[in-house]
């Protein structure tokens, strides 16, 4: 079953590390990233720019809205994701505390629902 591991953090505490503790951080995910495909569960993971990058859109009434940053203002803002695939919830919740951001931030864990499961025809 498919897990996507959300990592949400605040991202002024990324904007203050030194060099070194950006390097070191790097690596570990890194690592991580290694360990994760060697054990044959890694399906797709990526880091995404600060939020002041996003762009939120809305479509109401069959109007689109698109507004420039994020719509809602939280501490923590989503900074990466991992999408795994491993048995159960168990497992996936075992790979997300090995995360080096569980260290710093909070991984939501949940699972994927594929849309061939609630849409059939959307194959």
Same mark, same amino acid.
């Given at each position: 079953?498919?897990?996507?591991?959300?990592?949400?953090?605040?991202?002024?505490?990324? =904007?203050?590390?030194? +060099?070194?503790?950006? #390097?070191?951080?790097?690596? $570990?995910f890194g690592a991580? /990233? *290694?360990? &994760?495909?060697?054990?044959?569960?890694?399906?797709?993971? =990526?880091?995404?720019? +600060?939020?002041?990058? #996003?762009?939120?859109?809305? $479509?109401?009434?069959?109007? /689109? *809205?698109? &507004?420039?940053?994020?719509?809602?203002?939280?501490?923590?803002?989503?900074?990466?994701?991992?999408?795994?695939?491993?048995?159960?919830?168990?497992?996936?919740?075992?790979?997300?505390?090995?995360?080096?951001?569980?260290?710093?931030?909070?991984?939501?864990v949940r699972p994927?629902?594929?849309?061939?499961?609630?849409?059939?025809?959307?194959?």
């Open positions: 079953m498919e897990y996507l591991l959300m990592i949400y953090g605040n991202e002024a505490r990324a =904007a203050e590390m030194t +060099p070194s503790q950006a #390097a070191e951080m790097t690596a $570990a991580y /990233t *290694e360990a &994760l495909k060697e054990a044959g569960v890694w399906r797709a993971g =990526a880091r995404l720019r +600060p939020v002041n990058t #996003a762009t939120t859109v809305r $479509a109401k009434n069959g109007k /689109t *809205e698109v &507004l420039n940053g994020p719509f809602a203002e939280t501490r923590e803002q989503l900074g990466g994701y991992y999408l795994i695939d491993v048995p159960d919830l168990d497992q996936a919740l075992a790979w997300a505390a090995r995360c080096p951001a569980a260290d710093y931030a909070g991984l939501e994927i629902w594929p849309m061939h499961e609630y849409a059939p025809n959307a194959r």
